[in-house]
Nanobody
Framework: QVQLVESGGGLVQPGGSLRLSCAASGSIFSILAMDWYRQAPGKQRELVATITSGGSTNYADSVKGRFTISRDNAKNTVYLQMNSLKPQDTAVYYC??????????????WGQGTQVTVSS
């Protein structure tokens, strides 16, 4: 069974850093883009950062210059390095990926979410 498992969330003070990880497991033929989304209480889920299979990245304006997305294709893992964290970054962070369990058949997969809380 193909799945995404996240880790690395927690409580951090403003200005601090956290690194999220998301590992894909199961029978995976290929992975296209991998993304991080977040959802704060009472708000819609929003796209935070995207990385393509070739390594091209894109970020929400609110995190540019502070967050860095990267991936290790050999480990089927995507990372989100979050620096200079602000209270408004507090949210549940979700990993998302377009993965093919068999050739040319792609599905959307989501992780279970990991809580990030930025507070003093």
């Amino acid at each position: 069974q193909v799945q995404l498992v996240e880790s690395g969330g927690g409580l951090v003070q403003p200005g601090g850093s956290l690194r999220l990880s998301c590992a894909a497991s199961g029978s995976i033929f290929s992975i296209l883009a991998m993304d991080w989304y977040r959802q704060a209480p009472g708000k819609q889920r929003e796209l935070v950062a995207t990385i393509t299979s070739g390594g091209s990245t894109n970020y929400a304006d609110s995190v540019k210059g502070r967050f860095t997305i990267s991936r290790d294709n050999a480990k089927n893992t995507v990372y989100l390095q979050m620096n200079s964290l602000k209270p408004q970054d507090t949210a549940v962070y979700y990993c998302h990926a377009e993965m093919a369990p068999m050739p040319k058949i792609y599905y959307d997969y989501w992780g279970q979410g990991t809580q990030v809380t930025v507070s003093s």
